[in-house]
């Protein structure tokens, strides 16, 4: 069993791992925008997707050790709702290496449950 603090160090770990992902998409936006491009996207699609991201962490740490109905509807709700905002944004807010951050995050929370134990479990819905 995990003490509070392991579970504490677990949850920062996340939750910086969630705004790494956040700050890249933010420097590459600001990027574009100052070599005068357009990105299909904006600082709104940012916060939401940190938004979906924080109730899927906050899902998966009220949910029991083991629980794989519960992490895993989370973990499609969050992909399906990931998939609806990249969809708004054609497809230009998840690029390859947000992709591969967001599969690391959502696969890791899931892990810090017992569920998935590293696999890619978000191939089934995802779209990006």
Sequence with gaps: MESDFEDDERAEGLQAQKNDLLEGMREYLAGILDGGGEAGYNGTHIGECGRILDAYLATVEEAADGDD??????????????????ERCHGSLIETDQREQLCELIIAAAKSRGVGRGRDITEEWREW
């Design 69 to 86: 109905d519960a992490v895993m509807a989370a973990v499609q709700f969050t992909v399906l709702s990931l998939n609806g905002l990249n």
